[in-house]
């Protein structure tokens, strides 16, 4: 079992990465500045961005002692969420995209989860925002899940999808985890991780967050992108076998449903080439 939160509002760290997102960082900061639930500290962590990013932060929440700017050479995505990790002083966390937005419930409700059901994770639906629609995901009702039911969601990427995002953690749950560096999908190996120490988790109903599908982000290039992807889904598999062998099918499945995406591209590339 893990500790309990005793206070009615703990602290929230929010670990927010900013890298080329000037078109997107003032909305974002603003959403979250706007939430109801305003007990949290910002770990802004500025990844050498070249552009205006700096400038907008100061100029948009500057003023606002909860926001904490935090400059690096660059990185990469996952050395600056452990920098984060390694900042954060709240009982709990959660992980917010600079070019994405919340709703301003979406603290109110994570955390609301973890403290009236004594959940170690809670979880809020999103939507899957393009240039000129969306994808709503998220559960028709609210439940709270055992560790193997919330991992059986999470590894086959079904609803609970394998995103650090839109979930707020107790702290405690990160001990001695941290994302691995050099990597794409580095969620895929690490989250998996974290519920392993979960005991159980909340899972909203309600749409809070909402992830901006940006063409040329990092989860759009096709760069080895799909080779990338079965490998974390095969480490995801080693990590959570010793514990739930039964899972073996669904890795199974991740790694034939990888391997189509890799056929795909290249007859793809070959028709193109064709043209």
């Known amino acids: 079992m893990t500790d309990k939160i005793n206070s009615p509002t703990p602290l929230v760290s929010i670990i927010l990465p900013i890298y080329k997102v000037e ?20 770990i802004a962590i500025n990844d050498a961005s070249p552009d205006r990013c700096v400038e907008i932060f100061e100029n948009t929440v500057g003023q606002d002692s909860r926001f904490k700017l935090f400059s690096q050479k660059n990185g990469g995505i996952s050395k600056v969420r452990n920098l984060g990790l ?24 994570l955390v609301r989860g973890i403290l009236q059901y004594d959940c170690d994770i809670s979880i809020v639906g999103h939507s899957m925002d393009f240039s000129n629609f969306s994808i709503p995901i998220h559960f028709k009702r609210p439940q709270i899940m055992d560790q193997k039911k919330a ?46 120490n ?21 989860t759009q290039q096709k760069n080895e992108r799909n080779y990338q992807l079965k490998r974390a889904y095969l480490n995801q598999l080693r990590t959570v076998y010793p514990k739930y062998p039964e899972f073996i099918k669904y ?5 034939i449903r990888v391997d189509l995406m890799i056929a795909y591209d290249k007859l793809m590339i070959l028709t193109n080439k064709k043209k």
Not at 89 to 103: A, Y
Not at 157 to 168: A, H, P, T
Not at 209 to 215: D, S, V
Not at 251 to 255: E, Y
């Open 23 to 42: 078109d997107y960082l003032e909305e974002c900061l603003i959403s979250i500045q706007n939430q109801t639930y305003d007990h949290f500290e910002v």
């Open 86 to 109: 390694n900042l954060a002083e709240g009982e709990l966390l959660t992980f917010v995209d600079s070019d994405d937005t919340l709703e301003k419930e979406y603290l109110e409700e």
């Open 151 to 196: 991992l059986s969601f999470l590894v086959r990427d079904m609803m609970i999808l394998n995103y650090s995002w839109g979930k707020c953690y107790k702290k405690e749950m990160w001990k001695k985890i941290s994302f691995p560096l050099g990597i794409i999908y580095e969620d895929v190996e690490t989250l998996c991780k974290v519920f392993l």
């Open 198 to 218: 979960a005991h159980s988790v909340y899972v909203s109903h309600q749409i809070l967050y909402h992830y901006r599908i940006r063409q040329g982000s990092l």
């Open 251 to 255: 890795g199974v499945f991740n790694q």
